[in-house]
């Protein structure tokens, strides 16, 4: 036993040693995957919020986010407003069409099996996917914005300086999430829930008002990312679909409740897309990483729990 921990842990050292003289010699990998990292982890965080501390599956979480891309982009269309700035009618409008969700669908479920969350969620995501579809086609739009191509070069990297807005504002809703559970009377009371419902509502907590709450939070977490998202990309209705299984296996690799543990999840999967990327012919490998990455750790956390 102690033998293949020293075999395992030679193995690890020595990729970690490699990985890090890659990344040396090749800087530019560094600063896209950080790049990269940015947008999965702002992405992923509300997803975290609902599944890690309510236990809430939502599979139409990466449709809810096109949706917010669109509301965004219709909103800058008709009032001439940056898409960061309609960030903040996104966010309202979001959080009260989570509310609308929660209550006509999930409230539902929570005290059923989590397949029928599974079901119902991917029920909602193909509705909202085919409702922006019929409303505003297929078409992708995109909105040119000036400032995001602005670029600097250090030595031999160059580099997009806009996509470092990504992992800002990943870490800004890291830690307004974080005060949000440890400081405020909801956010404990949201943990209790998680924990324990049945215990939480002995003890006087309103647990519907709390999981309808949290899941308003989370959309419109989810809709000022969808504003941002709209600068750097073009959407269309099918857009949301990789980033809600990017979403669950950053959660899978961070551990159910853990956010900050989310950012360094979320490093581990920019980097290596990154990397792959970088490979001559390696960019169609790029989507299976995080595919690879959620297997690798499930089955080390199997492995240890027998041991």
Avoid: C
């Amino acid at each position: 036993m102690n033998n293949k921990k020293i075999y395992a842990g030679t193995g690890i050292g020595a990729a970690a040693l490699l990985a890090v003289f890659f990344l040396y010699t090749n800087p530019t990998v560094l600063v896209y995957g950080v790049q990269r990292a940015g947008i999965y982890a702002a992405i992923a965080l509300p997803m975290a919020l609902v599944l890690g501390i309510v236990h809430i599956v939502n599979l139409a979480h990466g449709e809810m986010m096109m949706v917010a891309a669109y509301l965004s982009y219709f909103i800058s269309k008709t009032f001439g407003l940056d898409p960061l700035l309609a960030a903040i009618p996104t966010g309202i409008i979001m959080f009260f069409l989570g509310i609308l969700i929660f209550k006509t669908t999930i409230s539902h479920t929570l005290n059923a099996p989590e397949l029928n969350q599974l079901i119902l969620t991917f029920g909602v995501a193909m509705v909202l996917s085919q409702t922006v579809n019929l409303m505003a086609t297929s078409q992708p739009r995109k909105i040119s914005l000036d400032y995001v191509s602005s670029s600097a070069t250090f030595g031999n990297v160059s580099f997009g300086v806009y996509d470092f807005i990504f992992p800002a504002l990943a870490i800004v809703f890291l830690l307004i999430l974080m005060y949000f559970l440890k400081k405020t009377r909801l956010g404990k009371a949201a943990s209790a829930v998680g924990q324990n419902p049945r215990g939480a509502r002995i003890v006087g907590i309103n647990v519907d008002l709390t999981y309808t709450v949290i899941f308003a939070i989370a959309s419109a977490v989810i809709g000022i990312f969808g504003s941002f998202f709209i600068t750097k990309f073009s959407i269309f209705p099918a857009v949301g679909g990789a980033y809600t299984m990017k979403s669950f296996a950053l959660v899978a690799m961070a551990g159910i409740g853990k956010l900050p543990q989310i950012i360094i999840a979320s490093l581990i999967l920019g980097v290596a897309e990154s990397f792959v990327m970088s490979i001559p012919g390696g960019a169609g490998w790029a989507p299976m990483i995080f595919f690879s990455l959620i297997i690798i750790v499930i089955l080390s956390r199997s492995f240890r729990s027998k041991q």
